[in-house]
């Protein structure tokens, strides 16, 4: 168990900019979810797959926010043209489909838009 | 719809000493209730949860019983180590493998030798 891997563990961007975000999950987990964290809060859930098939989405992604988990596998969040308010920590999780599997967590992408 | 409201930090305490962190819960139905715990520099983990009314969870010497009647799933430990201070998050979801969770902010816990 290699454990959520994420890339990068920090970006800084200007506002405007897009930006990627890569998550690997634990390798037999189908399933895989992306949350955001800001300062003082906890996390906040934006989107869930289920192997591809991307099967919920928070009110909180907006348009600019696309998710992709092309072959059931890793995953992507893109943010395009970047504002100061995505400035938060992004945390990648996923969890096997069994009755008592836990949600594993990776150690996130701090993204700072300057 | 779903929301958390766990006790605002920080907290610090002795070595030894007893910890309880409040957290109430706004939900339909019949949520399952879980803590989780972030300790400096690693991500957030599971510490334990709870699926029913009645249900206790507990691990590492931390316990939680989910309470209906009064929408409570308070985090107690006895005796806490330095090497308890973390951050701890309540959460909940409408169902016991669906990890849409609704946290709450977390509290930060700094246990001093």
């Known amino acids: 168990d290699t454990g959520v891997s994420q890339d990068p563990r920090h970006k800084i961007t200007k506002r405007g900019q897009n930006v990627t975000f890569r998550c690997d999950p634990i390798s037999e987990h189908n399933r895989l979810y992306w949350y955001r964290q800001t300062l003082g809060q906890g996390p906040e859930f934006l989107t869930y797959f289920q192997n591809e098939a991307q099967l919920e989405k928070s009110r909180l992604l907006s348009d600019r926010f696309s998710a992709e988990r092309p072959k059931g596998s890793f995953s992507t969040l893109e943010i395009q043209r970047t504002e100061q308010g995505d400035s938060a920590m992004y945390l990648c999780a996923s969890s096997s489909p069994g009755e008592n599997s836990p949600l594993h967590f990776g150690n996130g992408t701090r993204l700072t838009v300057t | 719809g779903n929301s958390v409201t766990q006790m605002e930090g920080p907290v610090t305490l002795s070595e030894e000493a007893f910890l309880t962190i409040n957290c109430t819960y706004t939900?339909?139905?019949?949520?399952?209730l879980f803590w989780y715990v972030q300790y400096p520099g690693e991500g957030l983990q599971l510490l334990l949860k709870?699926?029913?009314?009645?249900d206790k969870g507990s691990n590492k010497g931390f316990e939680a019983t989910y309470r209906k009647e009064t929408t409570s799933f308070h985090l107690e430990k006895g005796s806490v180590q330095v090497s308890d201070s973390a951050v701890y998050f309540c959460a909940l979801s409408d169902l016991p493998n669906d990890y849409k969770l609704s946290f709450g902010a977390g509290t930060t816990v700094t246990v001093r030798a």
């Open positions: 939900a339909t139905g019949y949520p399952s």
């Open positions: 709870a699926t029913k009314a009645d």
